[in-house]
């Protein structure tokens, strides 16, 4: 065999009640040894399933492994059972895998050092004193610090960043020859995200290992990937090397992922542009293609003829279409609208004003609760919004972006400072005060399953506000208001009897915006709304979000970690660190020019989804350590632990968020550089 892994028509069923799943259909792949390929797709295309369906981690009942093979060191796999020796010593020791979510994939109630130690001893047969030894040595590669005592801990004792850490030093501890990333950086920081696929590419290059990275992320792929395999509806339709997927796509359905994505390198007006539909349902097997309902040059021939084959294009690029492959690709850059067409008029009038603002947590300990100390959450920032502006908020988790939102709705009564909304301070206001301005003030949740009252229909969900607030007189009126919410976000105003686990994300997402909506609010605060979605249904909620503002005069305070969708969305960007705002200004500023070391590192790490322009952007900056606790903030600028250009000066003092010019605000003694 030439190939380290070779994956050939693979299929992967699973029996739903009286259904059939379809996940895997008849999927054929490589992966040779110190390559790194990726697999990218929405939800539900059979990314994850494919993977598992290699080492047999397929639940079974429900699924099961119908045909296929799947060759890696010459062997077939699919031919030893899935609990037999052969197997076992394949999966964790020949090839590795790093979950999606750590916190489930990590036994609880064992520490991270036993359950390193535990693969050590079972695949390389060492000692446990000679296991440990290595787990340390691993913990420290990986940059945990203080691996000498955390290996003792407990996966709950971790941030989520070296809980990934921790994942990846039991998928390489028996040094695999195959490492199998399953959106293993999605719920993490940029920042960390870019630390730990670094760490992952220079193990590649350093032990000649394959990498396989499942994601969404199409900047992620353009950075490190060298080939992609896209892939829908359980089937691979285009493949090739990075830079023929991303300079020349043919497929539409690629085509359209491309066009969804906003970009760093676009300019601001570009409007996004979301692939129509959704994803079909796998429970019926279709012979022909099945992206024609969403397919915007589909021809006869795609719904009438059978699926169409892998085609080579050129080199190592395939696609899977019945359009020619000799015809031009169609261009995946977002359209940009005319700056007449696209800007927004912002008011001079300063619907919300924020001055030293402080929200402290107690900490408590022992039988009698007593305060110990301060969780300093957010710790005296100040800011103001015009109306009709969006501002966005940026930064790491556990820096206090969702604690400014709710206290800003006054969901958290601060210990002190200023909230000027519409002239009136709300900062000590009494429950039943507030209860009065509440319906002009909204909150859009980030995730919109847990959100959503699994009881209640999605008419009642909307509606439940009107009756609150008594917004409506009559039951006429009510019905009237509940449909009209439902067509402003663009549903169905007759799927309102249905429960919210009938809908499908981005139609979740649209809910929690109606219900936002039905008070007729002027401030609405997005709490990171989109990051539980993928591309495509992004790219609407994005365009909703601004159709509505334009529309109706909304104001926003946008939080999110997605530099690149903040851009988008915001008129000014407020970037906060450890409780605090580091740097303040309009979106242009800030990307063309950030002056602290913190915004730097952040779009640093933010890839961008070409692989021509990410070859030119040069090295990422990588921050050292772990952001630190809230319970013990370092002395001085909370930042100057992680920052490059740190003086003693920034050990002592902190520094105050100042004017550099241009209403440009910056909180760094060294912002011009040292």
Not at 156 to 184: T, Y
Not at 443 to 453: E, G, T
Not at 527 to 548: C, F, G, H, T, W
Request: glycine share 8%; charged share 20%; proline share 6%.
């Amino acid at each position: 065999m030439d190939h380290l892994l070779e994956v050939r028509n693979l299929t992967t069923q699973f029996k739903m009640d009286n259904a059939t799943v379809h996940a895997v259909d008849g999927v054929s792949y490589h992966v040779d040894a110190g390559e790194i390929i990726s697999v990218v797709g929405e939800s539900g295309c059979g990314k994850s399933a494919s993977q598992l369906s290699i080492l047999q981690l397929i639940p079974t009942p429900p699924g099961k492994i119908v045909g296929g093979q799947v060759f890696f060191d010459g062997a077939d796999l699919l031919q030893f059972k899935s609990d037999s020796e052969p197997m076992r010593a394949v999966r964790g020791g020949k090839i590795g895998m790093i979950f999606q979510e750590p916190m489930t994939s990590l036994n609880p109630v064992l520490t991270i050092g036993r359950q390193i130690v535990e693969s050590l001893m079972l695949h390389l047969k060492m000692d446990a004193g000679t296991a440990r030894a290595r787990a340390i040595e691993l913990l420290q590669v990986i940059g945990i610090p203080d691996a000498e005592q955390r290996i003792d801990h407990y996966p709950h004792q971790f941030s989520g960043g070296m809980r990934q850490r921790a994942m990846i030093a039991m998928a390489v501890c028996c040094n695999p020859k195959l490492l199998i990333a399953d959106e293993a950086t999605t719920a993490l920081d940029v920042t960390t995200q870019a630390q730990l696929l670094e760490l992952l590419r220079e193990m590649v290059h350093r032990l000649n290992m394959a990498l396989v990275i499942v994601t969404h992320n199409l900047g992620i792929v353009a950075r490190y990937a060298q080939r992609i395999y896209v892939m829908y509806a359980g089937r691979i339709v285009e493949s090739g090397t990075a830079k023929e997927i991303f300079g020349d796509p043919r497929h539409p359905y690629t085509v359209g992922l491309l066009k969804s994505v906003p970009r760093l390198d676009e300019p601001k007006g570009a409007q996004l542009v979301p692939i129509p539909g959704l994803p079909p349902s796998l429970t019926q097997a279709t012979t022909a293609c099945a992206f024609y309902p969403r397919c915007a040059r589909r021809v006869d021939a795609c719904q009438r003829d059978a699926f169409p084959s892998l085609t080579q294009i050129n080199g190592q690029h395939y696609v899977a279409c019945h359009l020619p492959v000799t015809q031009p690709s169609v261009t995946a850059s977002p359209v940009v609208m005319p700056t007449s067409e696209n800007k927004r008029a912002v008011s001079d009038e300063t619907l919300l004003n924020v001055q030293q603002l402080k929200m402290y947590f107690p900490v408590t300990k022992g039988l009698l609760r007593r305060k110990v100390a301060d969780l300093k959450a957010v710790d005296d920032i100040s800011f103001a919004i015009q109306r009709g502006e969006t501002l966005g908020l940026v930064g790491e988790s556990g820096c206090g972006k969702t604690t400014v939102g709710r206290c800003l709705l006054r969901l958290y009564r601060p210990v002190s400072g200023e909230i000027h909304f519409e002239g009136r301070d709300i900062a000590l206001l009494s429950k039943s005060q507030v209860r009065s301005i509440r319906h002009k003030m909204q909150l859009i949740f980030q995730d919109p399953y847990s959100s959503l009252d699994p009881r209640q229909s999605a008419g009642d969900i909307v509606g439940e506000p009107l009756k609150v607030h008594r917004l409506v007189k009559s039951k006429g009126a009510y019905r009237d208001r509940v449909a009209e919410l439902f067509q402003m976000v663009g549903l169905d105003p007759n799927l309102a009897d249905r429960v919210p686990h009938e809908f499908s994300g981005g139609q979740r997402q649209r809910i929690g915006i109606a219900r936002a909506l039905a008070t007729n609010p002027s401030f609405i605060v997005c709490d990171e709304p989109i990051s539980a979605l993928d591309v495509s249904i992004q790219a609407q909620i994005v365009n909703l979000l601004d159709e509505l503002q334009d529309r109706l005069g909304l104001t926003y305070l946008f939080i999110g970690h997605d530099l690149s969708v903040v851009r988008h969305i915001s008129d000014r960007v407020a970037v906060m660190y450890l409780g605090r705002i580091v740097e303040m200004t309009d979106c242009e500023s800030l990307y063309a020019n950030p002056l602290h070391p913190y915004t730097r590192a952040l779009l640093s790490a933010v890839p961008i989804p070409d692989p021509f322009v990410e070859e030119k952007r040069g090295q990422v900056i990588l921050l050292k350590g772990e952001v630190p606790s809230l319970l013990n903030p370092p002395t001085g600028c909370n930042f100057h632990q992680r920052c490059p250009i740190a003086t003693a000066e920034c050990r002592q003092a902190v520094p105050p968020l100042r004017d550099a010019g241009a209403n440009h605000h910056v909180a760094c003694f060294h912002w011009g550089g040292l």
